[in-house]
């Protein structure tokens, strides 16, 4: 009895353990995913609910909607302009924090103050500071003589604008991570790199860059999940708000940005959902990408 | 019983003081009292009279959440919608209240308190542009109108040869068409100042002249494509944007704000709510450089807003006495005396302390007389129920002429179109 009971324990307390989590999950995140799916398959009013189903309708609707081209065109270039910089921005800041500096604490910490600021004092600062008429860019750019930009008004000069923002905030976070990595690299590979000549920039690339893989593959999916997901700094970065398009012309209207504008300003729900499972697919597509592309070449190395 | 649920909220606040440093803990409602909120944007002038509200209701406490005028009326439709979260007493704007009719039943008909006794205060198309139903159904009682005139900064017009005293300013400009000369004068001489904040605030005041604008009058359809006036304020405000005279911020944003305290702007679009929020924005340095001139064209009305009662709240008897108390002809004297903003009842208009009234800030201009004296004899502009889907697609329009990414025509053409498929 006694031997049965614990038998028991040691092949059901593991589940137990980890059940919490499991529950969690599914109440907040895989009831809601089937919940939005089955949304989408619906004409659903906010307001007035569920109005009959459609089958692939609003999907239908959706592949033909320019709004929606547009919006996943801003999504990925966003993605991409603030992304790339920031990772490799990241990757050198870790490299130099990684050498000895003095007063080392103070550096790792000045980093990664960005990140513990509110994202919203960060949108309504770096608003000011690309706003047309008295922003600090435009007043820095005039004093070299270069003509002021008008950030909100154009496509690539507002994806810039949103884009500091974001690399702003993340770029430390991403160095620190980078940093603890690089610390647990043996020393002695580095000293025998400088044995057979090497230069600092090729020990970089040889011996810290590969070693560090598996957490630059963590930060690289961790990133394009949240890249893709931007909606605070672009909906700040419009004077109107979350009341806005994303500019006058949707220049910088990312597709979270359109799901909230149709499910909360139109009320149209089920259509709301079909561009949260499309971005859902999208966000899956990219982090499947990108997990073969820097699993391989972890393999290769 | 009671007294345990204070403790426990009690403990609850102060666990979530200690973990972040800000949450709000004081007026709960444990303690046998009532607390009523109330949902306001811009400038109601309301904090004084919570004061005396309270003083003379023990019992109640009230509250006042204030948001960004299109974040606040986007963010009730989805708190009537969600069947929660909404305040107790909600302030909605004209434009906004056709879009609240159309789902009526999530309101509490006033009527039901004893609102309807009260309808010979108002003006009568306020008090009609507040019920639904011939008349049954009171949605929300009126707080303020609009009115429209022409806010300028008198150094500025000085400096740009321009005359300044407020009846030759008013002189300038009989027509919206001779604003726009006016304008043009005026960029000669000082191309640095904007002639007015922006294109679509033009566009809006020359719409609420129109008596119709995107919606028609019989059946409610869509004709912004075919009402000459739209035509003809698109195209005016257009032209200033395409000439550079607007400076193509977000009426009432921060960006505003900055442009009226540089003194980027020359004149503004004043109706009578709107001269608070521009003392506000220019602030003190900017006292007495401002004044207030007629408005181009015919009297006409912008905005003013209503007070609402949504069923969902708890306690909608305390809510609605809150609302009718708050729009009262006794509390419109006092708002208009501290805000400016124009009381919406007939007896309060003919008041002689309100029709006498100047307005320091604005170089003591005779505010009274200019929109007082004339609010019985306007004529509202009438709001389609799509009226809010519709306006920022025009709005966005002008900003791309502002910004210099389309010419009239095409920016007009995206809008019609946008509007239409927006309404299918």
Known sequence: MKRALSRW?????PYLLIAPFFLVFGVFGLFPLLYTAWVSLHDWQLADGNQGFVGLDNYAALLSDPLFWNALFNTVSLFLISTVPQLLAALGLAALLDRGLKAKTLWRAGILLPNVVSVVAVALVFTQIFDRDFGMVNWLLDLVGIDRIDWQAGVFSSHVAVSAMVMWRWT???????????????????EAAELDGASRWRAFWSITVPSIRPTILYTVVVSTIAGLQLFVEPALFDPKGTAGVGGSDRQY???TMYLYEKGFRVFDAGYASAIAWMLFVVVLVFALVNFMVTRRSVRES | MRNRTVR????ACAAALMGTGLAACGGGSGSGQTRITIATFADFGYEDLFAEYEKAHPGVKLENRKLEFDAHHSQLATQLAGGKGAADVVAVEEGWLPKFRGSK??????????AKDLS???????????????????????????????????DLFQQAGLPTERAEVSKLWPTWEDYARTADRFAERKPEVKFVSAAEQVFLAMLNQAGEGFFAKADDSFIADTNPKVRAAFDLSAGLAAKGRTSGVKPFSQQWTVGLKQGGFATEVCPAWALAQIAEGAGEGAKGKWDVASVPGNGGNWGGSFLMVPKQGKNIQAAAEVAKWLTAPEQQKKIFDKTGNLPSQPSVLRDATVQGKANEYFS?????QIFASSAESLKPNYRGTQDSLVRPKFQEALLRVEQGKQQPPEALAQALSQSRAELK
């Open chain 1, 9 to 13: 324990d040691t092949r059901i307390t």
């Open chain 1, 172 to 190: 430390g976070y991403n160095a620190l991570l980078y940093l603890a990595a690089m610390q647990s690299v043996p020393r002695e590979q580095y």
């Open chain 1, 253 to 255: 209207q990312t597709l």
């Open chain 2, 8 to 11: 426990v909220a009690v403990a």
């Open chain 2, 105 to 114: 039943d999530k309101f509490v008909n006033l009527a039901d308190f004893g």
């Open chain 2, 120 to 154: 010979g205060q108002w003006l009568d198309w306020k008090w009609n542009q507040g019920v639904t139903d011939n008349g049954s159904y009171v949605l929300g009682v009126g707080t303020d109108v609009g009115s429209l005139a022409v806010c300028y900064r008198k």
């Open chain 2, 364 to 368: 003591g201009a005779p505010v009274g």
